[in-house]
């Protein structure tokens, strides 16, 4: 089966930049969906078909897909940020939709 | 505005089953597919299963397969997952998820607030 590995943690100071990686089997192929989830809220659609944001979400939020890597960027982090991040893809070989296995984004 | 209200989670026994309902508004329930998504305590997100909009088309995760079966009822704009021969591991929140439209791989735009399923004697 498809698997997503991604760091456990990240963290990043106020204003900076977190990058949010996503490591996959030749995943630059697929299309990469990021959610957002903080605690006990269910989770959010951030970045979806690798780059692009859903109406509402801030364009500090970016995507980019290539090779085997995907990444989530967050600029000029913010406190608010603070969150676990999945990605996810649709992995046509099984039928299965396939999430990463998460980070949590901590904000100093 | 969309709204997608998950019920039907309690404590149940090994073995035992459980049926969780959503109940969605806000949108054309017909038009889009419908997923079930799934958290243990303190875990990450895990996929369960997918229906297409008619219905006809139906996908599982091995996890499930077999003892899990998702329906809809597009007259009444919900979305079920029956579950039966109910393990420990199935302990999670259980999210129902739009399929968003505006994309062929299909992430998922809107999510209920879940239901906890618990099993345990």
């Known amino acids: 089966s498809y698997v997503l590995t991604q760091p456990p943690s990240v963290s990043v100071a106020p204003g900076q930049t977190a990058r949010i990686t996503c490591g996959g089997n030749?995943?630059?192929?697929?299309?990469v969906h990021w959610y957002q989830q903080k605690p006990g809220q269910a989770p959010v659609l951030v970045v979806y078909?690798?780059?692009d944001r859903p109406s509402g979400i801030p364009e500090r939020f970016s995507g980019s897909n290539s090779g085997n890597t995907a990444t989530l960027t967050i600029s000029r982090v913010e406190a608010g940020d603070e969150a676990d991040y999945y990605c996810?893809?649709?992995?046509?070989?099984?039928?299965?939709?396939?999430f990463g296995t998460g980070t949590k984004v901590t904000v100093l | 505005q969309v709204q997608l209200v998950e019920s039907g989670g309690g404590l149940v026994k090994p073995g035992g089953s459980l049926r969780l309902s959503c109940a969605a508004s806000?949108?054309?329930?017909?038009?889009?597919?419908m997923s079930w998504i799934r958290q243990a305590p303190g875990k990450g997100l895990e996929w369960v299963s997918y229906?297409?909009?008619?219905?006809?088309?139906?996908y599982y995760a091995d996890s499930v397969k077999g003892r899990f079966t998702i329906s809809r009822d597009n007259a009444k704009n919900s979305l079920y997952l029956q579950m039966n021969s109910l393990r420990a591991e199935d302990t999670a929140v259980y999210y129902c998820?739009?399929?968003?439209?505006?994309?062929?791989?299909?992430?998922?735009?809107?999510w209920g607030q879940g239901t906890l399923v618990t099993v345990s004697s």
């Open positions: 078909d690798d780059s």
């Open positions: 030749n995943i630059g192929s697929k299309s």
């Open positions: 229906i297409s909009s008619s219905g006809s088309t139906i």
């Open positions: 806000g949108f054309t329930f017909s038009d889009y597919y």
């Open positions: 998820a739009r399929g968003a439209s505006y994309s062929s791989s299909i992430p998922f735009d809107y």
């Open positions: 996810q893809v649709w992995d046509s070989s099984s039928d299965h939709y396939v």
